[in-house]
């Protein structure tokens, strides 16, 4: 059956529920939607409605860990004067860094003046998996969500020569607004990714354009890695970001970020920098 899943907060109580149209419907469920997914549950719903706009959306989930794949379309490879990978490559953003929809994405000016967006398709793994066959893939997906993929340039490419601050730092890793199971997306390789940035369009492709499929990631990433329920996986941006841009774009103190996947969500974060 194919679900929408949210995490809201009405009035002081964040609950789990099911996004249908502009209605969300409790569940009865007391724990978040990553332990859900860990516990394979299926609750029924409560009978309680919410209008989506009487609400908060919160991050869907805080996943256990979180595994990005960097250069995984060919023109964003080329647009930023990158090589396309012989195989996935991949690094790591920290749950810390999570936030929802219409949250802050937010940093200092002494640490950075080059944040840049990234919109991608994320996959939230369904069951534990380790050297799962790429035949298999799909049975081990529990649904998919938005990521924006937000990072500093300055420290991810000119300052610290690995990526953890430039692709770590707190807010950089707006999730949701919604996990769509997976049934509801039977091709994840032809969604149009999107991004605008204050209305403007950004990036404009289809997940057609991946260098490594969905399948093709969870095998490879599972041979490296074991993967738990409700661990979240970035397949990658397409071309259009603003490092690769002339002149280069960076997001600035006041603007709004859009990033959007068909058939999963758009989600939007303000940006605002702090001070010292």
Not at 153 to 172: H, I, M, P, S, V
Not at 185 to 203: E, F, K, Y
Not at 219 to 239: K, Q
Request: hydrophobic share 40%.
């Amino acid at each position: 059956m194919t679900l929408r899943f949210v995490t809201f907060t009405h009035q002081t109580q964040t609950r789990v529920g099911v996004l249908e149209n502009d209605t969300i419907y409790a569940l009865a469920w007391d724990d978040t939607l990553l332990a859900l997914i860990r516990a394979g549950a299926q609750p029924s719903r409560t009978g309680e409605t919410y209008a989506l706009d009487s609400v908060k959306l919160e991050a869907p989930l805080l996943p256990g860990k979180i595994i990005a794949v960097g250069r995984n379309y060919a023109a964003h490879a080329k647009e930023t004067g990158s090589a396309v990978p012989q195989a996935p490559l991949l690094f790591a953003k920290l749950p810390s860094a999570v936030i929802g929809q219409g949250d802050a994405i937010t940093w200092r000016e002494s640490i950075t003046t080059q944040v840049d967006w990234e919109a991608e398709l994320a996959v939230v793994i369904g069951k534990r998996s380790k050297d799962v066959p790429e035949a298999a893939a799909f049975e081990h997906i529990f649904g998919y969500t938005v990521a924006n993929d937000v990072s500093a340039r300055d420290l991810q490419l000119r300052t610290d020569g690995q990526w953890t601050r430039g692709k770590g730092l707190d807010t950089f890793c707006p999730l949701g607004p919604a996990v769509v199971t997976h049934d509801e997306i039977p091709d994840p390789q032809n969604l149009a990714v999107r991004t605008t940035l204050n209305g403007d369009l950004m990036q404009d492709s289809n997940t057609h354009d991946m260098v490594f499929t969905v399948p093709v990631l969870v095998a490879y990433i599972s041979r490296m890695f074991t993967l738990e329920p409700g661990d979240v996986i970035l397949t990658g941006t397409p071309e259009g970001v603003g490092e690769g841009r002339t002149p280069q774009v960076f997001m600035k103190d006041g603007d709004v970020v859009a990033v959007s996947v068909s058939s999963v969500g758009t989600l939007t974060n303000p940006c605002y920098v702090l001070s010292d």
